[in-house]
């Protein structure tokens, strides 16, 4: 079985601060995880993955994520956050050894203040 | 590269009617798509998985007769919704991904249908 937590409903901070957002995850095995980014009134888009090597990935917008294995987390992350970066953001994960189905988590949206 | 394209982006309709979706892959070859529908609340909900060729497989819950799911090309699926009523009305997506050659591919969203049932 595999699943996802997104810990927060809801991430505030100002523009020009750091961001973080949370997930914790759970396999069996050993982990595909992925970031995907919902802008209203649209499907998800696929922000970066962790397949295997360096733990920390860069993806799409500047945005990048850490695999920690001991925490099985994947904590989104951003230097430097921009109003335009608001959102509803996805963690999904899916066991390696599991072609099918990903497990996506229940979403937090991150609200960017100027 | 990777564009999923769905269609209608929105139906308004009356009870009882049947509703169709389409779903295509524009630049890769879809072998595995999913459908999802989204509550107001955010969460996604898994309704069914599909292979090119093969019959869709459902979550536990979701009436396969009312939700009818035909993936019969690479880069085409489609969902029907029959005989829908208000309780059908949601906000539902599909997602195509690509497994040929690797297992670690991400999957490629539709910008969503907006269904209301009237």
């Known amino acids: 079985a595999q699943s996802v937590a997104q810990p927060e409903d809801q991430v505030n901070v100002a523009e020009g601060n750091p961001l973080t957002v949370k997930c914790t995850y759970s396999?069996?095995?050993?982990?595909?995880l992925f970031w995907y980014v919902q802008y209203p009134n649209r499907g998800l888009q696929f922000l970066l993955k962790?397949?295997?090597?360096?733990?920390l990935v860069k993806g799409s917008y500047g945005f990048e994520a850490e695999f920690n294995k001991s925490q099985t987390s994947f904590h989104l992350k951003k230097p430097s956050a921009l109003v335009s970066d608001s959102a509803l953001y996805f963690c999904?994960?899916?066991?390696?050894?599991?072609?099918?189905?990903?497990?996506f988590g229940d979403g937090t949206t991150l609200t960017v203040k100027p | 590269g990777a564009v999923v394209s769905q269609h209608p982006s929105r139906v308004i309709c009356k009870s009882g009617t049947s509703v169709k979706i389409e779903c295509r892959s524009l630049?890769?070859?879809?072998?595995?798509m999913f459908w999802y529908r989204q509550f107001p609340k955010q969460s996604l909900m898994l309704m069914a998985t599909?292979?090119?060729?093969?019959?869709?497989?459902?979550e536990q819950g979701v009436e396969k007769d009312k939700f009818l799911i035909n993936h019969a090309s690479l880069t085409l699926s489609t969902l029907t919704v029959t005989s829908a009523h208000p309780e059908d009305s949601s906000f539902y997506i599909c997602?195509?991904?690509?497994?040929?050659?690797?297992?670690?591919?991400?999957?490629?969203f539709g910008d969503g249908t907006r269904l209301s049932i009237l």
């Open positions: 997602s195509a991904r690509d497994d040929w050659g690797a297992s670690n591919q991400p999957q490629h």
């Open positions: 396999v069996s095995g050993n982990p595909y």
């Open positions: 962790y397949i295997t090597g360096d733990n």
């Open positions: 999904a994960v899916r066991d390696r050894t599991n072609a099918g189905k990903s497990t």
């Open positions: 630049d890769f070859q879809a072998t595995t």
């Open positions: 599909s292979n090119e060729g093969s019959k869709a497989t459902y």
